[in-house]
């Protein structure tokens, strides 16, 4: 999407939104905004797409990164021992075709341990957000933002690839 999705829906960008509010927000642009109400489609599209964004932490991060930071994300921020991890778990699931429920369900509950740990840090970073109007501005969060974003996708990467999902 071309448009920022915020601006769309008329919602402060945030790492971590309120879902009720933003629901709202959507819901009351497609109340005024709807074809079938005789209105432009191009904004009941743009509202879908926008809230489809926003409702996900992970796209909604990524918007942030596009609209307010950097994108693509630097990869160079990601660190060596978490691609390590990440590495060492890619081979285990690799290697599961021969090996017990008892290991997957061990590999699901890894991933699902250091998605919790990255969970902690976008709440740590909304919690600065709130506290400083100015955080769109500030490299410092933007850097973790782009973190984090770059960690949670090679975690739902991972995820898939257990769960035997191919991502497109």
Not at 141 to 165: A, D, F, H, M, P
Request: charged share 30%; hydrophobic share 40%.
């Amino acid at each position: 999407m071309d448009k920022n999705p915020f601006h769309i829906l008329n919602m402060a960008p945030m790492p971590k939104m309120d879902l009720g509010a933003l629901r709202k927000r959507y819901i009351e642009i497609q109340r005024s905004g709807h074809p079938d109400l005789g209105n432009d489609p191009e904004v009941s599209e743009w509202a879908n797409q926008a809230y489809s964004l926003l409702k996900n932490d992970e796209s909604r991060l990524a918007e942030i990164l596009k609209f307010y930071g950097t994108w693509p994300p630097d990869t160079k921020l990601i660190g060596m021992d978490f691609l390590m991890e990440a590495m060492e778990i890619s081979e285990a699931i690799g290697e599961l075709q021969n090996e017990s429920d008892a290991e997957k369900l061990s590999l699901a509950n890894t991933l699902n341990q250091m998605k919790s740990e990255l969970d902690i840090q976008i709440d740590a970073l909304n919690a600065q957000a709130k506290c400083n109007t100015m955080w769109l501005e500030d490299n410092f969060v933007l850097e973790q933002i782009s973190i984090w974003y770059q960690r949670r996708r090679y975690l739902t990467r991972l995820e898939k690839n257990l769960n035997g999902e191919e991502e497109l």
